[in-house]
């Protein structure tokens, strides 16, 4: 990987990370106070997708910068995980929650359900641990979609 590419990746993954703050406060800002739940419709997938941000920025500025430490930056071509990867986790963390909320996933917020401090703090878990999720994701529809080779009883 070259001079320039490490530099772009850097400098990304900060504006990504910075940003994502930044944006998730304008938003706070304009939309009313969260603790209030004045926040409707798509404003609350918009903290989803920040928080999504976050947590896949910050992951992957820790993994570049102990690369990067490590000198083993080598491969040219590992410039499109460290582009896309967050990005991917931003859409995941917001799908996550529509998921859970739907029923499908069995995630119970039980303190106080209609608190987005919860669905906040899964977003950025699943930003942050993007990879690990889409594998464990995968699993479960594997699972849950499989077909049977045994035959039903209507057949």
């Known amino acids: 990987m070259n ?7 850097l400098t990304y993954l900060c504006v990504l990370f910075f940003g994502s703050f930044l944006l998730a406060g304008i938003t706070w800002y304009n939309y009313g106070e969260i603790y ?6 798509l404003n609350y997938f918009l903290y989803y997708f920040f928080a999504g941000a976050i947590g896949g920025s910050l992951f992957h500025l820790y993994h570049f910068c102990t690369r990067f430490m490590a000198n083993k930056l080598t491969d040219p071509r590992e410039w499109i995980m460290y582009v896309f990867y967050p ?3 931003t859409g995941t963390a917001v799908m996550t929650i529509t998921l859970i909320n739907s029923g499908l ?10 608190s987005v401090y919860a669905q906040i703090s899964i977003s950025f878990i699943v930003g942050f641990g993007f990879k690990k999720f889409i594998k464990k994701l995968d699993s479960i529809v594997k699972q849950r979609f499989s077909s049977n080779n045994t035959p039903s009883s209507t057949d």
């Open 87 to 89: 990005i991917f986790a």
């Open 3 to 9: 001079k320039q590419q490490k530099v772009f990746i």
């Open 36 to 41: 209030s739940e004045r926040i409707h419709g």
């Open 105 to 114: 996933l069995a995630i119970d917020f039980t303190k106080n359900p209609n």
